[in-house]
């Protein structure tokens, strides 16, 4: 079952930060990033493991809570190399496929 | 140097006709994809092989056949190709299972224009 993103699209100004949640109604083992810039491939970010986690990568970390089925990813002091389309991906256990959610589309303008 | 490369990166064919694209990894690992990404974006499993041997066939018509002749290349064939084929295809790879705590690396893509 497919992962629900919001917002579905974001528009940022430099230097400002986001917040993108991904939320499932199953269980979940894990949950994984990914950026996808304008034609290009998708790109990983960050994986995050059931008991709570959180991530941080630069500017740009995320959260996992098991209990509530969700994770969210943050990005501080936007830039605009932020740009793109991000996915979270979704597993129920460790050897499950990767249900990937329908993107969050964030554009950073100057 | 390209850790998963594909080829072609364009495809625009008739309806009808059979193609195939073609995947390799040069990172060792023993689990590689294809992924169909459609005109909203939605990226979306076809198949997981890993070790050569089968363990993701997910909803695809059999018009769609992949093919992996050792760990390092998955190729996907498809037959009589229909207006809805037209997608990017992506390949990907992981180190090994089916990625619960592996990261996925994704090959260039390969568009394709069914006409």
């Known amino acids: 079952q497919q992962p629900v993103q919001s917002p579905q699209a974001v528009i940022l100004r430099e230097g400002e930060d986001a917040v993108i949640n991904c939320s499932s109604s199953k269980a979940l083992y894990s949950v994984h990033w990914y950026r996808q810039k304008h034609g290009e491939a998708p790109v990983f970010l960050m994986i995050?493991?059931?008991?709570?986690e959180q991530k941080g990568h630069e500017k740009i970390s995320a959260s996992f809570n098991e209990k509530k089925q969700q994770s969210s990813l943050y990005l501080t002091a936007s830039q605009l190399s932020y740009s793109g389309t991000y996915f979270c991906?979704?597993?129920?256990?460790?050897?499950?496929?990767?249900?990937f959610g329908p993107g969050t589309s964030l554009s950073v303008i100057p | 140097d390209t850790a998963v490369s594909q080829t072609p990166k364009y495809l625009v064919t008739q309806m009808g006709n059979d193609k195939s694209i073609k995947c390799e990894q040069n990172l060792g690992h023993d689990t590689m994809y294809w992924y169909k990404q459609d005109s909203k974006k939605f990226l979306k499993i076809m198949f997981s092989y890993n070790n050569k041997e089968l363990i993701i066939n997910e909803t695809v018509p059999n018009r769609f056949s992949p093919k992996s002749p050792d760990k390092a290349h998955l190729n996907l064939h498809i037959n009589s190709l229909e207006l809805g084929d037209s997608a990017v295809y992506f390949c990907a790879s992981s180190r090994r299972g089916s990625g619960g705590q592996e990261t996925q690396y994704f090959g260039p893509g390969t568009r394709l224009l069914v006409l």
């Open positions: 995050l493991l059931k008991g709570g």
């Open positions: 991906g979704t597993l129920k256990t460790s050897y499950d496929k990767v249900i």
